[in-house]
């Protein structure tokens, strides 16, 4: 899954501006679209693989939207570049809405809905003459209310008006009109063939013309920048470094750590804590990204005390996690209450500091973007991999078993 993004971050790092970024987005897209349409058709399709019956359709269909999804940030924030810092928004706008729909797809859908524990008589042989029964309750879960492939069906439509949003992006004329330039000569150091274009007025005149200095920006481009932005100076390369460090945290909580322990967390306070937690943060998600267009900051401080404050809350949906099956205030509702609570806030303070994060990048360029892509991809990876033997090589985290309670 990692082949794709570390293959393009050698290639831009050896060829800087060689990275077509809108054909690559092209066809990230265009396999989405191909892999969720079979897998609607071959999810359950088996094969037998050394003896044993293997889902290989689903995880070779699988395998390739992982790597689609891997690489789509390394593309899609640079190619963001050549928008202004509404556009930006937008995507992780798209971003959030899509955890948000499926999540609501399958709340309709009914799976993981409903768990009906039935008494059923158990009967075990004691001896030749005895045999013990008892009476135990067994999880029941609800039929769904559709298949498996009516899902993924419903995905491939949502990844089609995916692709055709983004194919409205490349022909609309007033989209066209938006294209800003760099302000720094890192942005033009790798600048790709989209920029390269020359811009034309409402006239049809080539605007490029107008100046022979890359750094100089043209009046329709400082339309889009607020008057701190057009006097900005590149960022100092600390404070690069530093904002790098920090996307890659959040990336490693928000996508990696907090996910892989959220029924943990959230499932010995009921079923209903984690329904809650997870579709009230998936809503949280989006409408946090929408926050910068109102109120952002460029304080690194700040930045860096949102981020401590949104660690705080991860930390103690860890600590309900390494404290399950019975964690603090289990039987009661401020138990459920704070969990949700914790996750709404933990990830929607993530969202909206990763909008800001990567708004202060926008202002340094394609380059800046790029990079941020890379790291955010890092940090997911290395969430990942922490959490994968902790949970499945380990006893740390315990679950709670159905009908339990």
């Not at 593309?75 to 556009?87: D, E, G, K, R, T």
């Not at 009109?177 to 063939?193: C, D, F, M, P, T």
């Not at 809650?276 to 109102?294: D, E, M, Q, T, V």
């Not at 969430?383 to 679950?399: E, H």
Request: neutral net charge.
């Amino acid at each position: 899954m990692l082949l794709a993004p570390i293959l393009l971050t050698i290639l831009s790092t050896w060829k800087p501006g060689k990275v077509p970024e809108r054909p690559i987005i092209q066809l990230i897209l265009a396999v989405q679209i191909m892999a969720m349409l079979l897998l609607s058709f071959f999810w359950h399709r088996t094969s037998i693989i050394g003896g044993v019956s293997h889902s290989s359709a689903l995880l070779s269909l699988s395998f390739f939207l992982a790597m689609c999804n891997t690489t789509s940030n390394i593309v899609f924030l640079p190619y963001m570049a050549i928008f202004p810092m509404q556009y930006m928004t937008a995507l992780f706008v798209g971003m959030g809405l899509s955890a948000l729909v499926p999540s609501l797809i399958t709340l309709v859908q009914g799976v993981g809905g409903s768990t009906v524990c039935v008494n059923t008589t158990v009967v075990s042989v004691v001896n030749e003459t005895f045999n013990r029964s008892e009476v135990v309750q067994l999880p029941v879960e609800s039929a769904p209310v559709f298949s498996v492939a009516v899902f993924y069906g419903l995905m491939t439509v949502l990844m089609c008006i995916s692709a055709g949003a983004f194919g409205l992006l490349l022909v609309l004329p007033f989209v066209k009109k938006h294209h800003v330039k760099q302000l720094h000569s890192l942005a033009s150091y790798s600048e790709s063939e989209d920029t390269k274009k020359p811009l034309k007025d409402e006239n049809g005149i080539d605007s490029s013309c107008e100046s022979d200095i890359p750094k100089h920006i043209d009046e329709r481009s400082r339309l889009s920048l607020t008057p701190q932005q057009q006097q900005s100076k590149p960022m100092p390369t600390l404070t690069f470094i530093w904002l790098l460090l920090l996307e890659a945290f959040i990336c490693a909580l928000a996508h990696s750590v907090l996910p892989s322990i959220q029924a943990y967390s959230c499932l010995p306070y009921g079923k209903r804590a984690l329904h809650l937690s997870i579709c009230l943060s998936n809503i949280a998600n989006p409408i946090a990204c929408f926050i910068p267009l109102f109120i952002s900051t460029n304080d690194l401080k700040w930045l860096s005390a949102k981020s401590l404050l949104g660690t705080g809350f991860s930390a103690y949906i860890v600590f309900l996690a390494f404290a399950s099956p019975t964690p603090p205030f289990q039987d009661s509702a401020l138990g459920e209450v704070l969990v949700i609570l914790a996750f709404i806030a933990a990830l929607g303070l993530f969202s909206y500091l990763k909008v800001c994060i990567a708004g202060l990048l926008r202002n340094e360029g394609k380059r800046a973007l790029f990079w941020c892509g890379v790291v955010t991809q890092a940090g997911s990876a290395i969430g990942a991999l922490l959490m994968f033997p902790l949970i499945n090589a380990t006893d740390i985290f315990t679950m709670v078993q159905p009908c339990s309670r």
